[in-house]
């Protein structure tokens, strides 16, 4: 199961916070009022779609509102990969490496 709050904090230590709380409001407000919209409109299968999608930004909207107030971002998002670092460099046996560089054979007519 993805831990949503992990997953953001990842997201917000990659881009701004200011950038994605504005693209998950956008997510949890705006793609809902096109739903509804469209389901005034007649289009129900559409308006119904696009309710769902706007009501799966809502958890992502509430961690990415508390990571930023937190500011602990980068603090959450380098322990994860921190942790699943160590955890591959240990668990993964070393690729062989090959130092010879590859050769171009040309045949001679």
Not at 2 to 8: E, I, S
């Given at each position: 199961?993805?831990?949503?709050?992990?997953?953001?904090a990842f997201d917000m230590a990659v881009h701004s916070p200011r950038f994605i709380v504005t693209e998950f409001v956008i997510g949890a407000l705006g793609i809902p009022a096109l739903g509804v919209f469209s389901i005034s409109r007649g289009g129900m299968e559409m308006g119904?779609?696009?309710l769902s999608i706007g009501t799966n930004y809502m958890p992502l909207l509430i961690y990415a509102v508390i990571i930023a107030m937190k500011k602990s971002a980068m603090r959450e998002a380098a322990y994860e990969l921190g942790h699943k670092t160590s955890a591959l460099v240990k668990s993964d046996p070393p690729l062989p490496i090959k130092n010879d560089p590859p050769t171009l054979k040309l045949s001679s007519h």
């Open positions: 199961m993805v831990n949503l709050r992990k997953l953001v119904l779609y696009l």
